[in-house]
Protein backbone atom coordinates (compact mmCIF):
# COMPACT_ATOMS: atom_id res chain seq x y z
CA UNK A 1 0.00 0.00 0.00
CA UNK A 2 2.56 2.83 1.17
CA UNK A 3 4.46 1.96 -2.35
CA UNK A 4 2.02 4.32 -3.67
CA UNK A 5 3.64 7.32 -1.74
CA UNK A 6 5.10 9.99 -3.64
CA UNK A 7 8.89 12.02 -1.77
CA UNK A 8 7.44 15.81 -0.51
CA UNK A 9 10.00 18.37 -0.44
CA UNK A 10 12.47 18.93 2.03
CA UNK A 11 11.67 21.74 4.19
CA UNK A 12 14.35 24.64 2.89
CA UNK A 13 14.70 25.84 6.14
CA UNK A 14 15.54 22.11 8.06
CA UNK A 15 17.48 21.90 5.01
CA UNK A 16 19.46 24.93 5.60
CA UNK A 17 20.30 24.46 8.81
CA UNK A 18 21.63 21.09 8.13
CA UNK A 19 23.88 22.72 6.05
CA UNK A 20 24.78 25.18 8.75
CA UNK A 21 25.77 22.26 11.20
CA UNK A 22 28.06 21.01 8.31
CA UNK A 23 29.92 23.72 7.92
CA UNK A 24 33.44 23.83 9.40
CA UNK A 25 33.95 27.66 9.51
CA UNK A 26 34.09 29.63 12.52
CA UNK A 27 32.77 33.22 11.01
CA UNK A 28 29.54 31.10 9.78
CA UNK A 29 26.23 33.27 10.83
CA UNK A 30 22.43 31.66 10.81
CA UNK A 31 19.90 33.88 10.13
CA UNK A 32 17.75 31.33 8.65
CA UNK A 33 15.84 29.44 11.75
CA UNK A 34 13.09 31.35 12.87
CA UNK A 35 13.04 31.04 17.02
CA UNK A 36 14.53 34.24 18.86
CA UNK A 37 18.01 33.78 20.10
CA UNK A 38 20.03 35.98 22.70
CA UNK A 39 23.37 37.25 22.36
CA UNK A 40 25.16 33.71 22.96
CA UNK A 41 22.77 32.25 20.10
CA UNK A 42 20.23 30.53 23.13
CA UNK A 43 16.64 30.59 22.98
CA UNK A 44 16.61 30.89 27.08
CA UNK A 45 13.84 29.96 29.33
CA UNK A 46 12.04 33.51 30.25
CA UNK A 47 12.83 34.24 34.19
CA UNK A 48 8.15 34.15 34.34
CA UNK A 49 7.89 31.07 32.60
CA UNK A 50 10.31 29.44 35.11
CA UNK A 51 9.12 30.28 37.83
CA UNK A 52 5.61 29.80 36.79
CA UNK A 53 6.50 25.86 36.20
CA UNK A 54 7.64 25.75 39.31
CA UNK A 55 4.50 27.14 40.83
CA UNK A 56 2.09 24.50 38.65
CA UNK A 57 4.63 21.43 40.03
CA UNK A 58 3.80 22.55 43.54
CA UNK A 59 0.22 22.93 43.57
CA UNK A 60 -0.83 20.83 40.50
CA UNK A 61 -2.61 17.99 41.97
CA UNK A 62 -4.16 15.92 38.48
CA UNK A 63 -3.51 15.26 34.77
CA UNK A 64 -6.83 14.95 33.92
CA UNK A 65 -8.08 16.29 30.36
CA UNK A 66 -9.34 20.39 30.71
CA UNK A 67 -11.52 20.12 27.84
CA UNK A 68 -12.33 19.92 24.14
CA UNK A 69 -11.47 23.77 23.90
CA UNK A 70 -8.65 23.83 26.65
CA UNK A 71 -9.00 25.73 30.16
CA UNK A 72 -11.04 28.39 29.60
CA UNK A 73 -8.69 30.78 32.09
CA UNK A 74 -6.47 30.56 29.37
CA UNK A 75 -8.62 31.63 26.47
CA UNK A 76 -9.75 34.86 28.73
CA UNK A 77 -6.46 35.44 29.37
CA UNK A 78 -5.13 35.53 25.88
CA UNK A 79 -8.71 37.46 24.67
CA UNK A 80 -7.39 39.55 27.05
CA UNK A 81 -3.81 40.16 26.14
CA UNK A 82 -5.02 40.55 22.42
CA UNK A 83 -8.16 42.11 22.56
CA UNK A 84 -8.23 44.31 25.63
CA UNK A 85 -12.42 44.39 25.74
CA UNK A 86 -12.69 46.28 22.77
CA UNK A 87 -15.56 43.76 21.97
CA UNK A 88 -17.77 41.82 24.44
CA UNK A 89 -16.75 38.66 25.87
CA UNK A 90 -19.95 36.96 25.03
CA UNK A 91 -19.06 37.19 21.04
CA UNK A 92 -15.41 35.45 20.66
CA UNK A 93 -15.85 31.91 20.89
CA UNK A 94 -12.05 30.68 21.49
CA UNK A 95 -9.64 27.09 21.34
CA UNK A 96 -6.67 26.24 22.38
CA UNK A 97 -4.49 24.47 20.14
CA UNK A 98 -1.08 22.90 19.45
CA UNK A 99 1.04 26.04 18.46
CA UNK A 100 -0.15 28.99 16.28
CA UNK A 101 0.20 26.63 13.39
CA UNK A 102 -2.52 24.53 15.30
CA UNK A 103 -4.40 27.73 15.08
CA UNK A 104 -3.98 28.61 11.47
CA UNK A 105 -5.08 24.98 10.42
CA UNK A 106 -8.37 25.14 12.58
CA UNK A 107 -9.21 28.29 11.35
CA UNK A 108 -8.60 26.93 7.56
CA UNK A 109 -10.44 23.69 8.34
CA UNK A 110 -13.67 26.31 10.23
CA UNK A 111 -13.18 28.40 6.87
CA UNK A 112 -13.49 25.34 4.37
CA UNK A 113 -16.46 24.51 7.02
CA UNK A 114 -18.44 27.81 6.15
CA UNK A 115 -18.15 28.01 2.60
CA UNK A 116 -16.46 25.38 0.69
CA UNK A 117 -15.49 27.61 -2.29
CA UNK A 118 -14.03 30.17 -0.22
CA UNK A 119 -10.80 31.85 -0.79
CA UNK A 120 -7.70 33.00 1.04
CA UNK A 121 -6.21 35.87 0.21
CA UNK A 122 -2.58 36.02 1.26
CA UNK A 123 0.05 38.62 1.30
CA UNK A 124 2.86 38.20 -1.21
CA UNK A 125 5.20 36.95 0.26
CA UNK A 126 3.87 35.37 3.38
CA UNK A 127 4.74 32.74 5.99
CA UNK A 128 5.41 29.66 3.42
CA UNK A 129 3.16 27.02 6.08
CA UNK A 130 0.11 29.16 4.74
CA UNK A 131 0.33 28.72 1.66
CA UNK A 132 1.46 24.76 2.14
CA UNK A 133 -1.87 24.30 4.76
CA UNK A 134 -3.85 25.66 1.86
CA UNK A 135 -3.15 23.65 -0.55
CA UNK A 136 -3.08 20.72 1.23
CA UNK A 137 -6.56 21.06 2.71
CA UNK A 138 -7.58 22.52 -0.95
CA UNK A 139 -8.14 25.84 -0.33
CA UNK A 140 -7.63 28.36 -3.31
CA UNK A 141 -5.13 31.41 -1.56
CA UNK A 142 -4.89 34.39 -3.90
CA UNK A 143 -2.12 36.56 -3.61
CA UNK A 144 -2.68 40.29 -3.05
CA UNK A 145 0.62 42.60 -3.44
CA UNK A 146 2.81 43.62 -0.41
CA UNK A 147 5.94 43.95 -0.18
CA UNK A 148 7.98 46.35 -2.77
CA UNK A 149 11.44 45.20 -3.41
CA UNK A 150 12.37 48.21 -4.34
CA UNK A 151 11.71 50.15 -1.36
CA UNK A 152 11.72 47.37 0.79
CA UNK A 153 8.56 48.72 2.33
CA UNK A 154 4.57 47.88 2.00
CA UNK A 155 3.62 48.20 -1.73
CA UNK A 156 0.32 50.07 -0.91
CA UNK A 157 -0.47 50.91 -4.20
CA UNK A 158 -1.23 47.75 -5.25
CA UNK A 159 -2.60 45.71 -1.67
CA UNK A 160 -5.80 47.70 -1.65
CA UNK A 161 -6.37 47.26 -5.49
CA UNK A 162 -5.99 43.72 -5.15
CA UNK A 163 -7.82 43.62 -1.67
CA UNK A 164 -10.70 44.98 -3.59
CA UNK A 165 -11.24 41.57 -5.46
CA UNK A 166 -11.92 39.62 -2.86
CA UNK A 167 -16.06 39.24 -2.50
CA UNK A 168 -18.39 38.09 0.73
CA UNK A 169 -17.15 34.39 1.85
CA UNK A 170 -13.55 34.92 0.93
CA UNK A 171 -11.08 35.19 3.43
CA UNK A 172 -8.50 38.07 3.59
CA UNK A 173 -5.45 36.95 6.01
CA UNK A 174 -3.49 39.79 7.62
CA UNK A 175 -0.23 39.47 9.72
CA UNK A 176 -1.57 41.23 12.88
CA UNK A 177 2.61 42.73 13.44
CA UNK A 178 5.83 41.97 12.98
CA UNK A 179 5.08 40.60 9.25
CA UNK A 180 6.57 37.07 8.45
CA UNK A 181 8.99 37.33 6.18
CA UNK A 182 9.63 40.57 5.66
CA UNK A 183 9.44 42.98 8.52
CA UNK A 184 7.52 45.87 7.17
CA UNK A 185 4.01 46.43 8.54
CA UNK A 186 1.36 48.75 7.47
CA UNK A 187 0.86 52.10 9.25
CA UNK A 188 -2.06 53.54 11.02
CA UNK A 189 -3.67 55.03 8.04
CA UNK A 190 -3.11 52.14 5.40
CA UNK A 191 -4.75 49.94 8.34
CA UNK A 192 -7.93 51.94 8.24
CA UNK A 193 -7.93 51.68 4.52
CA UNK A 194 -7.73 48.06 4.81
CA UNK A 195 -10.89 47.83 6.64
CA UNK A 196 -12.78 50.21 4.96
CA UNK A 197 -12.10 47.23 2.25
CA UNK A 198 -13.14 44.77 3.90
CA UNK A 199 -16.12 46.31 4.91
CA UNK A 200 -17.06 47.29 1.24
CA UNK A 201 -16.21 43.93 -0.29
CA UNK A 202 -18.17 42.09 3.15
CA UNK A 203 -14.66 39.71 2.64
CA UNK A 204 -14.11 38.10 6.73
CA UNK A 205 -10.66 38.92 7.89
CA UNK A 206 -8.09 36.78 9.75
CA UNK A 207 -5.44 37.86 11.43
CA UNK A 208 -2.17 36.00 12.11
CA UNK A 209 -0.74 37.32 15.86
CA UNK A 210 2.85 35.16 16.31
CA UNK A 211 4.74 38.38 17.69
CA UNK A 212 3.09 40.78 19.98
CA UNK A 213 5.56 42.59 22.15
CA UNK A 214 8.18 41.92 19.38
CA UNK A 215 7.70 45.22 18.15
CA UNK A 216 6.72 47.98 19.37
CA UNK A 217 5.27 46.51 22.14
CA UNK A 218 2.32 44.43 23.92
CA UNK A 219 -0.46 46.89 23.18
CA UNK A 220 1.12 48.71 20.51
CA UNK A 221 1.19 45.55 18.61
CA UNK A 222 -2.14 44.65 19.15
CA UNK A 223 -3.57 47.64 18.23
CA UNK A 224 -4.32 47.38 14.43
CA UNK A 225 -6.01 43.73 15.48
CA UNK A 226 -8.40 45.45 18.54
CA UNK A 227 -9.24 48.11 15.46
CA UNK A 228 -9.76 46.07 13.02
CA UNK A 229 -12.13 43.42 15.42
CA UNK A 230 -13.75 46.73 16.66
CA UNK A 231 -14.56 47.58 12.95
CA UNK A 232 -15.86 44.45 11.31
CA UNK A 233 -18.75 41.89 11.90
CA UNK A 234 -16.58 38.78 12.14
CA UNK A 235 -13.29 38.13 12.09
CA UNK A 236 -11.06 35.14 13.04
CA UNK A 237 -7.53 35.35 14.77
CA UNK A 238 -4.36 33.17 15.33
CA UNK A 239 -1.94 33.84 18.21
CA UNK A 240 1.08 32.60 18.91
CA UNK A 241 2.65 31.94 22.82
CA UNK A 242 5.97 30.57 21.43
CA UNK A 243 7.95 34.12 20.58
CA UNK A 244 6.61 36.11 23.70
CA UNK A 245 6.73 33.40 26.27
CA UNK A 246 9.52 31.32 24.66
CA UNK A 247 7.76 28.45 24.56
CA UNK A 248 8.12 27.20 21.44
CA UNK A 249 8.64 23.40 22.40
CA UNK A 250 5.39 23.48 24.51
CA UNK A 251 3.23 24.23 21.32
CA UNK A 252 0.80 26.73 22.78
CA UNK A 253 -1.84 28.87 20.58
CA UNK A 254 -5.53 30.11 20.45
CA UNK A 255 -8.20 30.46 17.62
CA UNK A 256 -10.55 33.21 18.58
CA UNK A 257 -13.55 33.15 16.01
CA UNK A 258 -15.43 37.40 16.52
CA UNK A 259 -19.18 37.17 15.99
CA UNK A 260 -21.57 39.87 15.31
CA UNK A 261 -23.49 38.79 18.19
CA UNK A 262 -23.36 35.67 21.17
CA UNK A 263 -25.79 33.47 19.08
CA UNK A 264 -23.81 33.28 16.33
CA UNK A 265 -20.77 32.97 19.05
CA UNK A 266 -22.51 29.68 20.57
CA UNK A 267 -22.39 28.19 16.64
CA UNK A 268 -18.84 29.59 16.04
CA UNK A 269 -17.76 27.45 19.68
CA UNK A 270 -19.54 24.74 18.87
CA UNK A 271 -17.40 24.47 15.74
CA UNK A 272 -14.21 25.22 17.47
CA UNK A 273 -14.90 22.28 19.77
CA UNK A 274 -15.71 20.18 17.01
CA UNK A 275 -12.86 20.66 14.80
CA UNK A 276 -10.09 19.98 18.28
CA UNK A 277 -11.86 16.68 18.62
CA UNK A 278 -12.16 15.38 14.78
CA UNK A 279 -7.85 16.68 14.96
CA UNK A 280 -6.34 16.23 18.12
CA UNK A 281 -9.01 15.65 20.85
CA UNK A 282 -8.23 17.74 23.86
CA UNK A 283 -5.30 20.45 22.95
CA UNK A 284 -2.31 20.27 24.94
CA UNK A 285 -2.44 21.78 28.37
CA UNK A 286 1.19 22.37 29.93
CA UNK A 287 2.20 25.78 27.92
CA UNK A 288 -1.64 27.18 27.82
CA UNK A 289 -1.50 26.68 32.01
CA UNK A 290 2.09 28.31 32.19
CA UNK A 291 0.54 31.79 29.60
CA UNK A 292 -2.79 31.50 31.94
CA UNK A 293 -0.42 31.69 35.16
CA UNK A 294 1.77 34.14 34.30
CA UNK A 295 -0.98 36.18 33.14
CA UNK A 296 -2.71 36.29 36.11
CA UNK A 297 -0.03 36.81 38.88
CA UNK A 298 0.76 40.51 38.86
CA UNK A 299 4.10 40.13 39.62
CA UNK A 300 5.12 37.03 37.11
CA UNK A 301 3.03 39.34 34.59
CA UNK A 302 5.51 42.27 35.37
CA UNK A 303 8.51 40.39 35.10
CA UNK A 304 7.57 38.97 32.14
CA UNK A 305 6.94 41.83 30.42
CA UNK A 306 9.98 43.25 31.50
CA UNK A 307 11.55 40.48 29.73
CA UNK A 308 9.94 40.92 26.92
CA UNK A 309 10.44 44.46 27.15
CA UNK A 310 14.14 43.83 26.96
CA UNK A 311 13.92 41.15 24.02
CA UNK A 312 12.22 43.62 21.91
CA UNK A 313 14.53 46.31 22.90
CA UNK A 314 17.61 44.42 22.01
CA UNK A 315 16.28 43.33 18.47
CA UNK A 316 15.94 47.32 17.47
CA UNK A 317 19.07 47.87 18.86
CA UNK A 318 20.95 45.32 16.35
CA UNK A 319 18.60 46.58 13.27
CA UNK A 320 20.18 50.31 14.37
CA UNK A 321 23.38 48.78 14.59
CA UNK A 322 23.06 46.55 11.12
CA UNK A 323 21.30 49.81 9.02
CA UNK A 324 24.15 52.26 10.84
CA UNK A 325 27.17 49.60 9.54
CA UNK A 326 25.36 49.13 5.90
CA UNK A 327 25.56 53.03 5.87
CA UNK A 328 28.95 53.44 6.92
CA UNK A 329 30.35 50.74 4.74
CA UNK A 330 28.06 51.93 1.26
CA UNK A 331 28.05 55.41 1.67
CA UNK A 332 24.23 55.26 1.33
CA UNK A 333 20.95 55.16 3.22
CA UNK A 334 19.63 52.25 1.04
CA UNK A 335 19.58 50.03 3.89
CA UNK A 336 17.81 52.04 5.99
CA UNK A 337 14.57 49.84 5.85
CA UNK A 338 16.54 47.62 8.29
CA UNK A 339 16.35 49.84 11.26
CA UNK A 340 12.46 50.59 9.95
CA UNK A 341 11.05 47.00 9.99
CA UNK A 342 9.92 45.45 13.44
CA UNK A 343 9.95 42.04 14.56
CA UNK A 344 12.46 39.17 14.07
CA UNK A 345 12.72 38.81 10.01
CA UNK A 346 13.74 41.33 7.25
CA UNK A 347 13.67 40.87 3.69
CA UNK A 348 16.61 41.84 2.33
CA UNK A 349 15.22 42.10 -0.74
CA UNK A 350 17.66 40.58 -3.28
CA UNK A 351 17.64 37.52 -5.72
CA UNK A 352 18.06 33.72 -4.60
CA UNK A 353 21.49 34.13 -6.31
CA UNK A 354 23.18 36.48 -4.05
CA UNK A 355 21.99 34.99 -1.26
CA UNK A 356 23.39 31.58 -2.46
CA UNK A 357 26.57 33.99 -2.95
CA UNK A 358 26.58 35.06 0.91
CA UNK A 359 26.07 31.22 1.93
CA UNK A 360 28.84 30.31 -0.03
CA UNK A 361 31.52 32.68 -0.16
CA UNK A 362 30.63 34.11 3.65
CA UNK A 363 29.33 32.19 5.29
CA UNK A 364 25.87 33.80 5.93
CA UNK A 365 23.13 31.45 6.08
CA UNK A 366 19.36 33.03 5.29
CA UNK A 367 16.58 31.73 3.61
CA UNK A 368 16.36 31.78 -0.44
CA UNK A 369 13.80 34.57 -0.59
CA UNK A 370 16.62 36.84 1.55
CA UNK A 371 14.37 36.71 5.05
CA UNK A 372 17.37 36.90 7.40
CA UNK A 373 16.08 36.91 11.47
CA UNK A 374 17.88 39.26 13.09
CA UNK A 375 17.77 37.94 16.81
CA UNK A 376 20.74 35.35 15.01
CA UNK A 377 22.99 38.43 15.53
CA UNK A 378 25.09 39.78 17.94
CA UNK A 379 27.42 42.60 18.40
CA UNK A 380 30.01 40.43 16.97
CA UNK A 381 28.40 39.52 14.11
CA UNK A 382 26.71 42.13 13.35
CA UNK A 383 30.09 44.15 10.90
CA UNK A 384 30.27 40.48 9.49
CA UNK A 385 26.90 40.74 7.81
CA UNK A 386 27.44 44.05 6.96
CA UNK A 387 31.18 43.21 4.97
CA UNK A 388 29.40 40.36 3.62
CA UNK A 389 26.15 42.07 2.15
CA UNK A 390 28.42 44.93 0.48
CA UNK A 391 31.12 42.45 -0.83
CA UNK A 392 28.23 40.19 -2.24
CA UNK A 393 26.92 43.36 -3.66
CA UNK A 394 23.39 43.02 -2.70
Known sequence: MFETLKTQPADKILALMQMYREDPRDTKVDLGVGVYKDATGLTPVMRAVKAAEQKIWETQDTKVYTGLIGDPAYSDAMIELVLDGVVARNTIAAAATPGGTGAVRQAFEMIRMANANARVFVSNPTWPNHLSILSYIGIEAVPYRYFDNETRGVDFDG????????????????????????????NAAEWDAVIEVLLETGATPMIDIAYQGFGDGLAEDAAATRKLVA????????ASCSKNFGIYRERTGLLMAIAADPAAQALNQGTLAYLNRQNYSFPPDHGARIVTTILTDDALRSDWMAELEEVRLGMLDLRKQLATELQRLSGSD??????????????????????????????????????????GLNADTVPVLAKAIIDAGV
Open 231 to 238: AVPECLIA
Open 334 to 375: RFGFLAQHRGMFSLLGTSPEKVELLRKEHGIYMVGDSRMNIA
Open 159 to 186: MPADLKTAKKGDVVLLHGCCHNPTGANL
